[in-house]
């Protein structure tokens, strides 16, 4: 399987400030039909997963501008640019190239 | 709206066997692959299966040969019958329909 490594896998972020979390796969995620099949999930503390980020870097209806995705092949980073208090929660890069789809870790952003 | 509502979890011994069930509305379950992720208390996520429009369906190996996906598109459910449950089996069990929409999910605890 596909190993996906977050890092940090703690976060403590002040309010207003920005926060980057990596995510690197131990093989390259380009599909064959020329697509990255890496999404970026949010967990706030009690509720489901919600996806944030597609494809590396497009953003889903509703999602905040300040949240965005890049990276490319194996390196991948979710940005948020200006860190708010509904932003706490566990974050989580998945692939979704190889199956098995693999999630990271996850990322727990937390307010110092 | 998307609607995804799992039911079905429940304590059951080792061994043992369920079946889950994920209603949808808002869409229907045949036009889009369908997947159960689960999460053990305290851990992240883990992708379990997944049933496409054709009815190709993937597995995780930790599953592989004891739960089956598979859905009733006169009902709009996703289903997942587990067997052989085992201890390390425990967890919430969201649906999800592609990688956007999620349930809220089912508590799975196998213990005696």
């Known amino acids: 399987d596909v190993v996906m490594t977050q890092s940090p896998l703690s976060l403590p972020v002040t309010l207003g400030q920005p926060a980057s979390i990596s995510c690197r796969s131990s093989?390259?995620?380009?599909?064959?039909?020329?697509?990255?099949?890496l999404n970026w999930f949010q967990q706030r503390p009690g509720q489901s997963p919600r996806r944030l980020i597609y494809?590396?870097?497009n953003r889903d209806s509703g999602v905040p501008d300040r949240f965005s995705g890049s990276g490319s092949g194996t390196d991948f980073t979710l940005k948020i640019s200006r860190v708010e208090a509904e932003d706490v929660g566990v974050y989580y890069c998945?692939?979704?190239?190889?199956?098995?789809?693999?999630f990271g870790q996850g990322t727990k952003v937390e307010i110092k | 709206e998307v609607q995804l509502v799992e039911s079905g979890g429940g304590l059951v011994q080792p061994g043992g066997s369920l079946r889950l069930s994920c209603a949808a509305s808002?869409?229907?379950?045949?036009?889009?692959?369908m997947s159960w992720v689960r999460q053990a208390p305290g851990k992240g996520l883990e992708w379990v299966s997944v049933?496409?429009?054709?009815?190709?369906?993937y597995y995780a190996d930790s599953v592989k040969g004891r739960f089956t996906i598979s859905r009733d598109n006169s009902k709009n459910t996703l289903f997942l019958q587990m067997n052989s449950l085992r201890a390390e089996d425990t967890a919430v069990y969201y649906c999800?329909?592609?990688?956007?929409?999620w349930g809220q999910g089912t508590l799975v605890t196998v213990s005696s």
């Open positions: 808002g869409f229907t379950v045949s036009s889009n692959y």
């Open positions: 093989q390259s995620l380009v599909y064959s039909d020329g697509n990255t099949y």
């Open positions: 049933i496409y429009s054709g009815d190709t369906t």
């Open positions: 999800a329909s592609g990688t956007l929409d």
């Open positions: 494809k590396v870097s």
């Open positions: 998945m692939q979704g190239t190889h199956w098995a789809w693999t």
